[in-house]
T-cell receptor
Framework: AQKITQTQPGMFVQEKEAVTLDCTYD???????LFWYKQPSSGEMIFLIY??????QNATEGRYSLNFQKARKSANLVISASQLGDSAMYFC????????????FGQGTRLTINP | GAVVSQHPSWVICKSGTSVKIECRSL??????MFWYRQFPKQSLMLMAT?????????EQGVEKDKFLINHASLTLSTLTVTSAHPEDSSFYIC??????????????FGPGTRLLVL
């Protein structure tokens, strides 16, 4: 069975600093996808970035980058130059490629950006 | 971008009543829709996978007769919480996967429905 682990319940960072949110995963599948989502207090789920298991390069989307270490089964999210609006819950998720393509979510990390 | 709506966004009901939540993909067709439940300060837990024209597939521990799911068309899925009780109070979120979606394409999430059962 697939499992996602986020070991940081909460993170506090000064504005403009970079922050790394940890995510490790466990799967026996060779093909899978890894996603990061942001959930502000309004509750909406905002897609941030995707990494495929066969992608050789780390994914980047603006200020977001994914530090993908396949051998360690980790997919950490790096946010550069943090902003006050980055304060939110962040979820790492894994998607099975076969079958129903369900998403399995980690426990989440609450990020707080201090001015 | 792809938009998913949910209605209602808020619902307060008395214990014992049934509540229906609609999930619509507004600008795309969705073969598969997913229903999640989220308690405060917790993660999203998948309740069921809904496929158009067929019975939903429920996750282990989710009562099928309690949470009725209907996926009547490629743009609409409904979740009915039957005989709701206070412990059913939660945030319910749906998501949709477009037809012919690539593996790298995210599920598109609705804004969620907050249910409070008194």
């Amino acid at each position: 069975a697939q499992k996602i682990t986020q070991t940081q319940p909460g993170m506090f960072v000064q504005e403009k600093e970079a922050v790394t949110l940890d995510c490790t995963y466990d799967t026996s599948d060779q093909s899978y996808g890894l996603f990061w989502y942001k959930q502000p207090s309004s509750g909406e789920m905002i897609f941030l970035i995707y990494q495929g298991s066969y992608d050789e390069q780390n994914a980047t989307e603006g200020r977001y980058s994914l530090n993908f270490q396949k051998a360690r089964k980790s997919a950490n999210l790096v946010i550069s130059a943090s902003q006050l609006g980055d304060s939110a819950m962040y979820f790492c998720a894994m998607r099975e490629i076969q079958g129903a393509q369900k998403l399995v979510f980690g426990q989440g990390t609450r990020l707080t950006i201090n001015p | 971008g792809a938009v998913v709506s949910q209605h209602p966004s808020w619902v307060i009901c008395k214990s014992g009543t049934s509540v229906k939540i609609e999930c619509r993909s507004l600008d795309f067709q969705a073969t598969t829709m997913f229903w999640y439940r989220q308690f405060p300060k917790q993660s999203l837990m998948l309740m069921a996978t809904s496929n158009e024209g067929s019975k939903a597939t429920y996750e282990q521990g989710v009562e099928k007769d309690k949470f009725l799911i209907n996926h009547a068309s490629l743009t609409l899925s409904t979740l009915t919480v039957t005989s709701a009780h206070p412990e059913d109070s939660s945030f319910y979120i749906c998501s949709a996967s477009p037809l012919l979606a690539g593996v790298q394409e995210t599920q598109y999430f609705g804004p969620g429905t907050r249910l409070l059962v008194l």
